[in-house]
T-cell receptor, first 114, second 114 residues
Framework: AQSVSQHNHHVILSEAASLELGCNYSYGGTVNLFWYVQYPGQHLQLLLKYFSGDPLVKGIKGFEAEFIKSKFSFNLRKPSVQWSDTAEYFCAVSSKTSYDKVIFGPGTSLSVIP | NAGVTQTPKFQVLKTGQSMTLQCAQDMNHEYMSWYRQDPGMGLRLIHYSVGAGITDQGEVPNGYNVSRSTTEDFPLRLLSAAPSQTSVYFC?????????????FGPGTRLTVL
């Protein structure tokens, strides 16, 4: 069955600390990968996406993610977090052969302490 | 463009009542979907549609019906609400045939079933 797992349920960091959020997927065939962010009280927004090419993708607000095919992983990173990065982060995956379903992970809640 | 709009924003139902959550998009997107968001479970796909007249089930379709009579609208119907359907519901849309698609989310409907 298709699934997405995220390593941490809740992460607490101080400002300027580095961030890495883990994401692993189980999905037959080749995939497209996404990270979405949901700020408090707001709806989901796309942070970045991987379709093909360079496995290191850069997104908005200084975020980047690395696709490691052998590990079925797509971890999200940011070198220095800010208080405004406090949000919930969701990893998602869809099949390249079918754009129909986008499956989300359970989410990681990030709290950044000033 | 208004993007993806959802109504109502909040709703309280009694067990057994029926209601329809409305979703509309003005971007001429072929693909539309409904998710529910529950704490610790991320977003789970309920139903989706790849075009007018075409719908399919997602991960958690039981208790929900959908139809897609126009490109713009994709209502979600609860025929007999149950407390387990208390959740936040998000509608999303994307361009289906463009591989560079981004999925756009609506602001959500918070539903409580007593």
């Amino acid at each position: 069955a298709q699934s997405v797992s995220q390593h941490n349920h809740h992460v607490i960091l101080s400002e300027a600390a580095s961030l890495e959020l883990g994401c692993n997927y189980s999905y037959g065939g080749t995939v497209n990968l996404f990270w979405y962010v949901q700020y408090p009280g707001q709806h989901l927004q796309l942070l970045l996406k991987y379709f093909s090419g360079d496995p290191l993708v850069k997104g908005i607000k200084g975020f980047e993610a690395e696709f490691i095919k052998s590990k079925f992983s797509f971890n999200l990173r940011k070198p220095s977090v800010q208080w405004s990065d406090t949000a919930e982060y969701f990893c998602a995956v869809s099949s390249k052969t079918s754009y129909d379903k986008v499956i989300f992970g359970p989410g990681t809640s990030l709290s950044v302490i000033p | 463009n208004a993007g993806v709009t959802q109504t109502p924003k909040f709703q309280v139902l009694k067990t057994g009542q029926s209601m329809t959550l409305q979703c509309a998009q003005d971007m001429n997107h072929e693909y539309m979907s409904w998710y529910r968001q529950d704490p610790g479970m991320g977003l789970r796909l309920i139903h989706y549609s790849v075009g007018a007249g075409i719908t399919d089930q997602g991960e958690v379709p039981n208790g929900y019906n959908v139809s897609r009579s126009t490109t713009e609208d994709f209502p979600l119907r609860l025929l007999s609400a149950a407390p387990s359907q208390t959740s936040v519901y998000f509608c999303a849309s994307k361009q289906f045939r463009d591989r560079g698609y981004t999925q756009y989310f609506g602001p959500g409907t918070r539903l409580t079933v007593l």
